[in-house]
Antibody
Framework: QVQLQESGPGLVKPSGTVSLTCAVS?????????WSWVRQPPGKGLEWIGE???????NRNPSLKSRVTISIDKSKNHFSLQLTSVTAADTAVYYC??????????WGQGTLVTVSS | QSALTQPPSASGSPGQSVAISCTGT?????????VSWYQQHPGKAPKLMIY???KRPSGVPDRFSGSKSGNTASLTVSGLQAEDEADYYC??????????FGTGTKVTVL
């Protein structure tokens, strides 16, 4: 059973940066795997942010690409998201997930990030 | 990329069936057999119910089934139960654009 847990500040100021980490259960990181970030604004639908491979390759949502960095730290069993120049529109629950074969099969519980001064 | 189109709501009585559509384009749903469906209860993380159009992960009841025709995928829930009341989202691989989710459908068990 793969377990994921998001962590990071719950409040970020406008124009600032959202920095989140997803801790993955020991032994679950494996060569060839991909790991992703998805967000959900309050009361709205899901939006795919991007993904990172075990080797560090990334794919990002074209609409967010210029503001998103996703990285992986295999020694710490976690991967991270940075979203820069945030506005109130970036307020959302942010989820991390494991990418199985072209699907997200395990999800973290999510963490709410509010952008407000 | 635009979100896949789903009906905002669907409903059925216990024991009945409900079908949810998910319409995309030839660049996503129509171009790949990588459509997934997720169930989300209020305040909870999404749960994978269907992957690769019509495959069920271990533990998902066979009351849930998926299909695809052209640019439209569908999720059918047969023998509706109270615990099936939730939001459902489709998702598709979209090539170089990554993945795209549907707009979401709220299923109500009457």
């Amino acid at each position: 059973q793969v377990q994921l847990q998001e962590s990071g500040p719950g409040l970020v100021k406008p124009s600032g940066t959202v920095s989140l980490t997803c801790a993955v259960s020991s032994g679950s990181f494996r060569s060839g795997g991909w790991w992703s970030w998805v967000r959900q604004p309050p009361g709205k639908g899901l939006e795919w942010i991007g993904e990172v491979s075990y080797s560090g390759s990334t794919n990002r949502n074209p609409s967010l690409k210029s503001r998103v960095t996703i990285s992986i730290d295999k020694s710490k069993n976690h991967f991270s998201l940075q979203l820069t120049s945030v506005t109130a529109a970036d307020t959302a629950v942010y989820y991390c997930a494991r990418q199985g074969y072209y699907t997200s099969d395990y999800w973290g519980q999510g963490t709410l990030v509010t952008v407000s001064s | 990329q635009s979100a896949l189109t789903q009906p905002p709501s669907a409903s059925g009585s216990p024991g009945q069936s409900v079908a949810i559509s998910c319409t995309g384009t030839s660049s996503d749903v129509g171009g790949y057999n990588y459509v997934s469906w997720y169930q989300q209860h209020p305040g909870k993380a999404p749960k994978l119910m269907i992957y690769e159009v019509n495959k069920r992960p271990s533990g998902v009841p066979d009351r849930f089934s998926g299909s695809k025709s052209g640019n439209t995928a569908s999720l059918t829930v047969s023998g509706l139960q109270a615990e099936d009341e939730a939001d459902y989202y489709c998702s598709s691989f979209a090539g170089s654009n990554g993945y795209v989710f549907g707009t979401g459908t709220k299923v109500t068990v009457l």
